[in-house]
T-cell receptor, first 118, second 114 residues
Framework: AQKITQTQPGMFVQEKEAVTLDCTYDTSDQSYGLFWYKQPSSGEMIFLIYQGSYDEQNATEGRYSLNFQKARKSANLVISASQLGDSAMYFCAMRETFQETSGSRLTFGEGTQLTVNP | DSGVTQTPKHLITATGQRVTLRCSPRSGDLSVYWYQQSLDQGLQFLIQYYNGEERAKGNILERFSAQQFPDLHSELNLSSLELGDSALYFC?????????????FGPGTRLTVL
């Protein structure tokens, strides 16, 4: 079974600085996908960025980038130039695909609560 | 706005009751997923439908059932509700099943069982 580990329950960063949120994963699949979501206090889940297991380059989306180290099984999220609005819970997730049915699901880590200080 | 809609936004009910949560996927998305988020269990996958067919099942209780209709909207039915079923229930959608690079979530339905 797949497992996602986020070891930082809480992180603090100063406004305008960069921050790295850690994510490690465990899977025996060759093909998988890694996702990051943001959940503000309002509760919605906002898709941020995706990295495929065969992608050779690290994914980037605006101020978000994913530091993908396949051999270490890590997929850390880097947020550059933090803003007050970045304060939220961040979840790392892995896509698992079931060959028999072509079904799939996301398995989530426990999340990291990021606080951006002015 | 992700394009995934869920109704109702909030639901308060009593133990033993039955409720139905509704989800409409993004336009063009054929795959619908249901997740439960609770304080003690975190975010857990419940079930997936693709174009009307069940494709994957997670830790979904027997008291819970779901379906996806021909117009692709989906409903999650929760029956014989218990206090522990109180949670935020998310619906998500993707264009296809299997391998995809985007899965968008709806705003969630917050269920409170008293």
């Amino acid at each position: 079974a797949q497992k996602i580990t986020q070891t930082q329950p809480g992180m603090f960063v100063q406004e305008k600085e960069a921050v790295t949120l850690d994510c490690t994963y465990d899977t025996s699949d060759q093909s998988y996908g890694l996702f990051w979501y943001k959940q503000p206090s309002s509760g919605e889940m906002i898709f941020l960025i995706y990295q495929g297991s065969y992608d050779e380059q690290n994914a980037t989306e605006g101020r978000y980038s994913l530091n993908f180290q396949k051999a270490r099984k890590s997929a850390n999220l880097v947020i550059s130039a933090s803003q007050l609005g970045d304060s939220a819970m961040y979840f790392c997730a892995m896509r698992e695909t079931f060959q028999e049915t072509s079904g799939s699901r996301l398995t989530f880590g426990e999340g990291t609560q990021l606080t951006v200080n002015p | 706005d992700s394009g995934v809609t869920q109704t109702p936004k909030h639901l308060i009910t009593a133990t033993g009751q039955r409720v139905t949560l509704r989800c409409s996927p993004r336009s063009g998305d054929l795959s619908v997923y249901w997740y439960q988020q609770s304080l003690d269990q975190g975010l857990q996958f419940l079930i997936q439908y693709y174009n009307g067919e069940e494709r994957a099942k997670g830790n979904i209780l027997e008291r819970f059932s779901a379906q996806q209709f021909p117009d692709l909207h989906s409903e999650l039915n929760l029956s014989s509700l218990e206090l522990g079923d109180s949670a935020l229930y998310f619906c998500a959608s993707s264009v296809r099943t299997g391998e995809y690079n985007e899965q968008f979530f709806g705003p969630g339905t917050r269920l409170t069982v008293l």
